[in-house]
Nanobody, 126 residues
């Protein structure tokens, strides 16, 4: 099992940047597919980004491509989400998640992820 704790959220103006961190404890994050999701008020939780176990490949939802970057430091057991050129529509609670699903079958859906952090609020003002 792995325990996840997010940090780094806050209030930022449109066009600004934030870096979210996800500190993990327990099992090594290198054994999981690590991802970020977000949930805006009244909306379903949506996939944002994920990284393969090796860290060699990353995947993003279309709306954040070119603006967000997922990365990780296995030695520090930490996953990051660098968010640049933020837009008001990025406002949401952001969650870090870990999946034990095989690489070949994982999809951009919350049900594939067994472990979740408590979330961190990101608010982008216009």
């Amino acid at each position: 099992q792995v325990h996840l704790v997010e940090s780094g959220g806050g209030l930022v103006q449109a066009g600004g940047s934030l870096r979210l961190s996800c500190a993990a404890s327990g099992r090594a994050i290198s054994t999981y597919i690590m991802g970020w999701f977000r949930q805006a008020p009244g909306k379903e939780r949506e996939f944002v980004a994920r990284m393969t176990r090796s860290g060699g490949d990353t995947y993003y939802t279309d709306s954040v491509k070119g603006r967000f970057t997922i990365s990780k430091n296995n030695a520090k057991q930490t996953v990051y989400l660098q968010m640049d050129n933020l837009k008001p529509e990025d406002t949401a609670v952001y969650y870090c998640a870990a999946s034990g699903v095989p690489e070949a079958t994982i999809g951009p859906v919350a049900r594939h992820y067994a472990y979740w952090g408590q979330g961190t609020q990101v608010t982008v003002s216009s």
